[in-house]
Each structure stands twice: as structure tokens, then as C-alpha cells.
């Protein structure tokens, strides 16, 4: 199974309007960290939010927020008033403590702005 | 200036010729790992490396050898390339693994972007 999914290869949106980006996880492991990047035409991978699996609030930096529902195991980006430099790919990953420390990427989702 | 340093960034090599992609990085950071990109498979953890001498398989680690001699070097080796291995490799490292932004937070280096033909 996989560990990581996103199931949206590719979304627009308007500029400055606001766009989630969906990312749900499977693991078993009580203990496990949430992360997405972004990535550029350029190719440099950037971090963007990380959200800790007890942390209580759903974590935010800046125009981003993470949408933490543990239940449904699910960890959305939101992007609020999108600036054309929005446009990339964006990654979600997930790291798993208890069983090895190892890294999970999802397949990735390209975001285009539109002017 | 705090970085990741990966060399060579580009390279294009033949089968069966062995080659070593080098990584180093200046913030005295615990972890390191090594992650190749396909189109349409994202990044895959190959391997990684919790401290000076302790690395563990990722997803994909066979063809690949790694060593962490010094904390700051992490060496990705392919003994014998095959074009299969033609990808983007990253390397990246992070402070640590306890909890919170400060220690899971990775820095990449800017890619190596291979080709065996």
C-alpha cells in the first residue's frame, strides 16, 4: 500500500484565490511527522510546513496551512491568496519514528496560478 | 552560508562504470539521506543515515552503496551504473529526529542529475 497518496497530478488556480492540495497518509506508527515541499521549475526542493501527529493544532507558516484530520488520516495544503510564484510541484511526506525514521514522498501535484 | 552541497550536478556515464555522487553539509546536522526523482514516482528515499556510522535502507536501495565516515560527508556510490539508474538524485540532511519543525525540517542540496547509457 502505499504510504503517501495524492491524487491530484495537476490543479489551477486563479490568483489569489485560495487552493487546497490533498495529501492522506497510512501508517500505523502512533508516532509520525507530516511535511510538504515545494518545488519549483528551477528544481530546488523548499520546505514548506511540517505537523507533528500529537500536535493538537493544525500547524500554519505564512500563506500556508495544513489541514490535519488524523482520523482520515489526511493532511491538506492550503494555499491562501495564491501569488504566481505558487506554481510548482508540491510534495507531501511523511516520516514514521517508531519504525525506522525513513521518509515517505507522495507522487507530487503541479499547481498552476493563472493570472 | 548554511547548505547542502551535492557534486557533481550533472553526469552522464556508461554502464557498468563505477561512480560517486558526494554530499556534504555544514550545519552539523545528524541526518542525512539520499532520494532519487522519477516523473510521475516523486521522490524515493534510498537510503539514509541516523548518525556517523549508522545508514539503513530506504525504499530503493539496491545498486546504490552509501558510507557516513565524517558527520558532514555522505557519499551516494553506484558500484556498477545501469540506465535504469539515469534519475535526479537529492541529497538532504536535517538536524535531528525528536519532535518539532527545528529538528525534522530537511535541507536539500540542489540535485545531481544522472544519466547511464
Known amino acids: 500500500a502505499q504510504k503517501i497518496t495524492q491524487t491530484q497530478p495537476g490543479m489551477f488556480v486563479q490568483e489569489k484565490e485560495a487552493v487546497t492540495l490533498d495529501c492522506t497518509y497510512d501508517?500505523?506508527?502512533?508516532?509520525?511527522?507530516l511535511f510538504w515541499y515545494k518545488q519549483p521549475s528551477s528544481g530546488e526542493m523548499i520546505f514548506l510546513i511540517y505537523q507533528g501527529s500529537y500536535d493538537q493544532q493544525n500547524a500554519t507558516e505564512g500563506r500556508y496551512s495544513l489541514n490535519f484530520q488524523k482520523a482520515r488520516k489526511s493532511a491538506n495544503l492550503v494555499i491562501s491568496a495564491s501569488q504566481l510564484g505558487d506554481s510548482a510541484m508540491y510534495f507531501c511526506a511523511m516520516r514514521e519514528v517508531d519504525t525506522g525514521n525513513q521518509f515517505y514522498f507522495g507522487t507530487g501535484t503541479s499547481l498552476t496560478v493563472i493570472p | 552560508e548554511a547548505q547542502v552541497t551535492q557534486n557533481p550536478r550533472y553526469l552522464i556515464t556508461v554502464t557498468g562504470k563505477k561512480l560517486t555522487v558526494t554530499c556534504s553539509q555544514n550545519?552539523?546536522?545528524?541526518?542525512m539521506s539520499w532520494y532519487r526523482q522519477d516523473p510521475g514516482l516523486g521522490l524515493r528515499q534510498i537510503y539514509y543515515s541516523m548518525n556517523v556510522e549508522v545508514t539503513d535502507k530506504g525504499d530503493v536501495p539496491e545498486g546504490y552503496k552509501v558510507s557516513r565516515k565524517e558527520k558532514r560527508n555522505f557519499p551516494l556510490i553506484l558500484e556498477s551504473p545501469s540506465p535504469n539508474q539515469t534519475s535526479l538524485y537529492f541529497c538532504?540532511?536535517?538536524?535531528?529526529?525528536?519532535?518539532?519543525?527545528?529538528?525534522?525540517?530537511?535541507?536539500f542540496g540542489p540535485g545531481t542529475r544522472l544519466t547511464v547509457l
Open positions: 550545519m552539523n546536522h545528524e541526518y
Open positions: 538532504a540532511s536535517s538536524p535531528g529526529l525528536a519532535g518539532g519543525r527545528s529538528y525534522n525540517e530537511q535541507f
Open positions: 501508517t500505523s506508527d502512533p508516532s509520525y511527522g
